[in-house]
């Protein structure tokens, strides 16, 4: 069985991606999974999709912890411990990313005894429009790798699944496919297939538990206008950022203006103040952070030790 995740930001196209892998497997007789988990719904936040395929039925579910294909279409989330982007990677693991950086570099900061690839395209982008562009790359580039898709196989499930969207985009996804799938051709059938995974080798994740609250605590009827404040969505955090003030640079004008929920706001010293009743933990802050003055702090951790958030 083939078993891949693809890891990114949403809006890259990472969904879309998942779904064209994985009609590209059916169209070569593969039975497949295919499916996208989220965090925080939005653009910009981490998320990531999967796949499965294999020849017989598929008796496996949930999220897959040994990868035979690891795709990052952003570089940005590898250090993100949240984005779980490294979880499962062993020597068998082929890890693709979307990166300027040289393959060699990524092997010496990662530690990997695995395969590590760069995509081989040029993948630079004019506007925040073109971002799905990178998904469809990445599908090209995976397809190549796995080695069973055929160019025109690909072709064909660009179309089924991005025709509704017109002949344009269909086109323009077409040309960044296929260019990603003849530039890989000197690793075609690299992934290899996954020995089958055993319930006895099954270990249960480190739950959090949630205290239980009644419905009319946890879920208001808010029907006035203007009220989304009074909604604190940083419950949904599993990992917070915190500001190390004495390294910060006070470029707030990056952190502020990236954060998808515009939880960042700057005080009377112009430094940034993160309002956590609305920060989601999506991390983005953390991953542009020019003087790397924000570091991420899992929750339940935070909890234990609230002491260590610094103030300015």
Same mark, same amino acid.
């Given at each position: 069985?083939?078993?891949?995740?693809l890891?990114?930001?949403?809006?890259?196209?990472?969904?879309?991606?998942?779904?064209?892998?994985?009609?590209?497997?059916?169209?070569?007789?593969?039975?497949?999974?295919?499916?996208?988990?989220?965090?925080?719904?939005r653009?910009?936040?981490?998320?990531?999709?999967?796949?499965?395929?294999?020849?017989?039925?598929?008796?496996?579910?949930?999220?897959?912890?040994?990868?035979?294909?690891?795709?990052?279409?952003?570089?940005?989330?590898?250090?993100?411990?949240?984005?779980?982007?490294?979880?499962?990677?062993?020597?068998?693991?082929?890890?693709?990313?979307?990166?300027?950086?040289?393959a060699?570099?990524?092997?010496?900061?990662?530690?990997?005894?695995?395969?590590?690839?760069?995509?081989?395209?040029?993948t630079?982008?004019?506007?925040?429009?073109?971002?799905?562009?990178?998904?469809?790359?990445?599908?090209?580039?995976?397809?190549?790798?796995?080695?069973?898709?055929?160019?025109?196989?690909?072709?064909?499930?660009?179309?089924?699944?991005?025709?509704?969207?017109?002949?344009?985009?269909?086109?323009?996804?077409?040309?960044?496919?296929?260019?990603?799938?003849?530039?890989?051709?000197?690793?075609?059938?690299?992934?290899?297939?996954?020995?089958?995974?055993?319930?006895?080798?099954?270990?249960r994740?480190?739950?959090?538990?949630?205290?239980?609250?009644?419905?009319?605590?946890?879920?208001?009827?808010?029907?006035?206008?203007?009220?989304?404040?009074?909604?604190?969505t940083?419950?949904?955090?599993?990992?917070? *950022? &915190? @500001? +190390? %003030?004495?390294? $910060?640079?006070? #470029?707030?004008?990056?952190?502020?203006?990236?954060? !998808?929920?515009?939880?960042?706001?700057?005080?009377?010293?112009?430094? *940034? &103040? @993160? +309002? %956590?009743?609305? $920060?989601?933990? #999506?991390?983005?802050c953390?991953?542009?952070?020019? !003087?790397?003055a924000i570091?991420?702090?899992?929750?339940?951790?935070?909890?234990?030790?609230?002491?260590?958030?610094?103030?300015?």
């Amino acid at each position: 069985m083939y078993r891949i995740r693809l890891h990114g930001r949403g809006g890259q196209g990472i969904k879309t991606s998942s779904r064209i892998l994985g009609t590209a497997f059916f169209g070569e007789g593969f039975e497949v999974q295919d499916a996208p988990v989220y965090g925080a719904e939005r653009r910009g936040a981490p998320m990531f999709a999967y796949v499965r395929a294999a020849r017989g039925p598929i008796q496996e579910r949930g999220l897959i912890t040994h990868p035979d294909l690891v795709i990052v279409a952003d570089e940005s989330l590898v250090p993100v411990a949240a984005a779980n982007v490294l979880l499962g990677v062993t020597p068998h693991t082929v890890l693709l990313i979307n990166s300027p950086v040289p393959a060699e570099e990524w092997r010496q900061r990662l530690k990997l005894a695995g395969p590590i690839m760069t995509l081989p395209v040029a993948t630079e982008v004019s506007g925040r429009a073109e971002l799905p562009l990178v998904g469809a790359m990445c599908a090209g580039a995976a397809a190549r790798l796995i080695g069973v898709i055929r160019r025109e196989t690909l072709s064909e499930a660009i179309r089924d699944e991005l025709g509704s969207l017109g002949e344009a985009i269909v086109t323009r996804n077409l040309e960044h496919a296929l260019a990603a799938y003849d530039a890989a051709a000197s690793q075609a059938g690299m992934v290899r297939e996954g020995d089958v995974i055993g319930a006895r080798d099954y270990a249960r994740p480190e739950w959090i538990d949630v205290p239980f609250e009644m419905a009319r605590i946890t879920a208001p009827d808010i029907h006035a206008p203007a009220t989304s404040v009074l909604t604190k969505t940083g419950a949904w955090r599993t990992t917070r *950022p &915190v @500001i +190390d %003030y004495e390294r $910060c640079h006070h #470029c707030t004008w990056v952190c502020s203006t990236l954060c !998808p929920d515009s939880a960042i706001s700057v005080d009377a010293a112009g430094a *940034p &103040v @993160i +309002d %956590y009743d609305h $920060c989601k933990g #999506c991390l983005v802050c953390v991953a542009v952070c020019p !003087p790397h003055a924000i570091r991420a702090v899992p929750e339940q951790q935070f909890q234990q030790q609230p002491t260590e958030a610094a103030t300015p």
